[in-house]
């Protein structure tokens, strides 16, 4: 991209994650140590059905591990230059899209959608983007007022 020679601001928006792969491999160890005693005394006791029940419910517990992991992955990059602010957005997928507004006519919307709750969204000549679906109200209400702080440089042109 050749506009990154003259890129004024930047920012990356990634959602809050709670732990690692490593951490959550740590955690289903220790899942497993306690259920693996658990199902075995179950079995001598006669509930054999029980260590099926215990490993299927590991093994959604793994997979709810692993699809919040993937969630993290998410990143969207946010580029100010003088000609035009670039949003670029990889999803957990790690399938990318870019979208591009000029900045002189670039409008920034926090639009509550109830008591704790709100979206932003960049809006120009007809066209939206809704950014920071992942972030905590607060963080998008923070990241509006930077945009918007960045933007007033350009719009006085």
């Known amino acids: 991209m050749g ?3 003259d890129v004024r601001f930047q920012a990356e928006l990634r959602p809050n994650c709670s732990g690692s792969l490593k951490s959550s ?3 289903m160890g220790f899942m497993l140590a306690a259920f693996i005693p658990a199902g075995i005394i179950s079995i001598f006791a006669g509930a054999w059905p029980v260590f099926g029940f215990m490993g299927v419910e590991l093994l959604l517990l793994y997979g709810a591990l692993r699809l919040s992991q993937r969630r993290c992955a998410i990143v969207e990059r946010i580029l100010l230059s003088p000609s035009a602010l670039i ?3 990889t999803d957990h997928w790690g399938s990318q899209r870019s979208w591009s507004f ?3 006519w670039l409008r920034v919307e926090v639009l509550s959608a109830g008591p704790r709750d709100n979206h932003l969204s960049l809006r120009s000549h007809g066209r939206s983007l809704t950014i920071g679906l ?3 109200p607060d963080e998008r209400l923070e990241v509006a007022s930077t945009l918007e702080r960045e933007l007033v440089q350009f719009q006085r042109v």
């Open 134 to 136: 992942f972030l905590s």
């Open 25 to 27: 491999h740590l955690f």
């Open 87 to 89: 949003v670029e957005r």
């Open 102 to 104: 000029p900045p002189q």
């Open 3 to 5: 506009q990154e020679n």
